[in-house]
């Protein structure tokens, strides 16, 4: 390269317009404006819409006044803190004492144990409600003691037991995974000081254990909340007359039209889920200080003892978790439960049922790969920039907690919101009126892709950070100083690097768009049914098990995307080995 | 570009703020064509935010940076053509170290060949032909540093910007890449600024050294030159060891008192207040077992003695008087200390050469 030319001193400062920064800068206000379309404006619609009648004249609290002095819309926030509180205790515990089984005991078959473990992520919680009443309801297998063959026991399945079984079940793998992780940050040299001073095991325990993941117990016990708390697939199969709020929801918008008393009891939902959000976040951000840099790995040592309960407890579970699969999968295949017991194929035709069948089954293939592609892309690209740019603090900061908001939705409350603001016909601005530029999207796939992003925003968003966190932060100067534009560094590095975390990401989103029916009930057209609606629409309509058979269908799709994914890392790993090995 | 050789890269009168912190206080020097600078510091001084004002990476609030007279205060770090070499060498794990070293050449050569040229020219410089088609992951410490290097110099820059380039690596390489290092710039004439906190690296590599303190520069000058007239009791300790006496200077008789203790100071030092500090350093304390007289010598008593290896350092003290005592650390080579035979509680003659004695202004601070 020739030597720059020598010059007159004087070059005015800031001479060079640097095109590179002020894209980047670009791209961050481009990152934080996505995000207030998609997240903020919608939900002020929604509480604005709570606020007026739905002939739309602003009538204040009103709506607020006619759902407290109804009791049975008022009820249902204690029946849903009641129901989410109760799994939350149940939850907690047994994923507390499965994680502590797979972190610190020496139990054979952990990774089994771990894969049974987390299946119930891999299914729509219509379906937990659904093999409920295979097994408890009026002629499940419980109840009728296996067909008649034992004395049965009816546990009283619709309304709050089914729920808070099929809520247990749901959130079990979560509150596991993340106690699993705060058990294995825990320090080893915390429990040899212990144990060089002869502190008995109880007490190690209570001085130890418990403080070393509080963090993590806090955490779990906030996820079982929410995800409890704002579960609708559950309780709309097996809630019977025990209204919650989620099913109010549903109940106000799809039952009654009424779409202000939605956006009420949507608020309902909304405040506990914020609350609990918030704290989560506060108590979340003292951990990072307890992290040390040095701490040794607890490596757990055979205890016959201890270990032959935790491995008695582990089997348990995992044959509960399978033993409840199995029995949805067994119900599919049989021809009339519980009178003609021959397998076979006939719920799997869906014709003649409504919901759609195998088109809606394409549909939610379709949608949840869009879903993966966008959502990964959106998602990895805003945690890049907001990790990985310099300056621009303020900004960035606002669009970080923008980006962790969706966390706290439920995913009613992003359909309700959505309907609100993607379907309305403009805004009085300033006394003019702004048709909408977004209204194309409504009634199509775009919107359902789009809630998909969105409900499924914050972990993947946070993945991305927590991978891009792990790079040097001076490779974007390198290729600064090297005259490499940053995008080219962004594809020839960055994405190589991370792409164990970016294809995680993408299982993660097909995954949960498969499952999910929260938010798109509201968002689906006739034309595009999906195949979680479809169940709850068989469900509703009697046709229960072809709903099964249904549900037996995104779950081994999933499995199935699941091993993929499995396969796909494997090959990576072994290919990336050579730069990663010394 | 002769007429700049004097003044090939020049800071002038730079300060960088961060919030209410000033990393830079009105920072000024400049360095000429083909020297070899080093900025040392404790950490927190501000000197990699020297550095990366220099290299672009940092705008400054106040001051300009000019490279061959040209002010380059508002260009970015892809306009300054500097290489930069990061403490943490930032190699590119997942491409191989050939195609690291290539990482810019693609925006500027056009042809494959030219730049497989280029990349084999920069390998062999840094010793490391043949081992191109390695990944960072699967090469040593001492050979990610010599990619790291290559690649910043792959488009000849004007300066070379190194930020603690040796610190993680184990003492050994590191000594033996100081001196590569070194011959490296000189071969190809580079221009060179290191930041470091390591004063022996300092002042083995550099043909000057900054030191700085809280933002602000505290000496600049060639590495005997710090070592040998400290301009502040700061810079004293931070490089080298530095016994300190605080008492009172009487500049007729050139003598400096503490209590009773009173010696003579020969350095030529501009005449300040009578509240002073003396100071001198450990090695340059000469101690024996015999009876000498003459200017400075006392009598000190043996506290500790300690083996370093090559040499020892004793922990005396020297009586001033009234039952006080000031402390006072000497060092010598290990065979002089064998053969005195030191222990201690013992009693030893201690002379502080009169042309050894530095004097600080009290109130400046170590």
New interface residues.
Partial sequence: MAATSPRAAAAPRLAAFDGERWLRRALILLVSFWLVCVVVLPLAQLLSKSLLNNAGQYVGLANYVEYFTTPSLRNSIGNSLFVSVVTTLITVTLGFTFAYALTRTCIPLKGVFRGVAMMPLFAPTLLNGIALIYLFGRKGLITRGFFGAIPGIDIGLYGPVGIIISEVIFTFPQAMLILSVALRMTDARLYEASDSMGAPGWRTFSTVTIPGVKYGLVSATFVSFILAFTDFGAPKVVGGQFGILATDIYKQVIGQQNFSMGAVVSVALLAPAILAFIVDRIVQRKQVSLIQAKSTPLVPRPRKWRDAPFLAFCLVIALLILGFFGVAAYASLVKVWPYELELGLWHYDFTGTGGGGYAAFWNSIRMSFYSAVIGTAVTFVSAYLVEKTNGMRALRQVSYFLSIIPLALPGLVIGLAYIFFFNARGWNILGVFTPNPFGWLYGGMGILVLSNVVHFYSVSFLTGATALKQLDKEFEMVSESLGVPFYVTFFRVTVPVCLPAILEVAMYFFVNSMATVSAVIFLYSADIPLASVAIANMDDAGDVAPACAMGVLVILTNILVRILYGALTGKLRKKTQAWTTR | ?S??DDEYLAVCNVTKRFGAFTALRDVSFSAKKGEFLSILGPSGCGKTTMLRVV?G?ERQDEGRV??????????????R????V?Q?Y?L????TARANVA??L???MKSGREINERVDELLKLVDLSGMGGK????LSGGQQQRVALA??M???P?LLLLDEPLSALDAQVRVMLRGEIVALTRRLGLTAIMVTHDQEEALTMADRILIMKDGELAQIGAPSDIYESPASPFVASFIGSMNFLSGVMDWESRTFSSGKLAMRVERDVKPFGAEAVAAIRPEDVLVSANGETGANVFEARVDKVEYRGPVYRLSLRLPAGGGEFRPLLAEMAAEKARRLGFSPASTAKVILPPGRVHLFAAGQGA
Avoid at chain 2, 92 to 95: A, W
Avoid at chain 2, 135 to 138: F, I, K, N, S, W
């Fill in positions: 570009m007429e700049h290299a990476l000019l490279l061959m007279g040209r002010d380059v205060s508002g260009l970015p770090v892809s306009k053509h500097v290489g930069i990061f943490s930032a590119f794990p997942n491409i990482y810019g693609k925006n500027v990944y960072p992951g699967q690649r910043a792959a488009l000849s004007n």
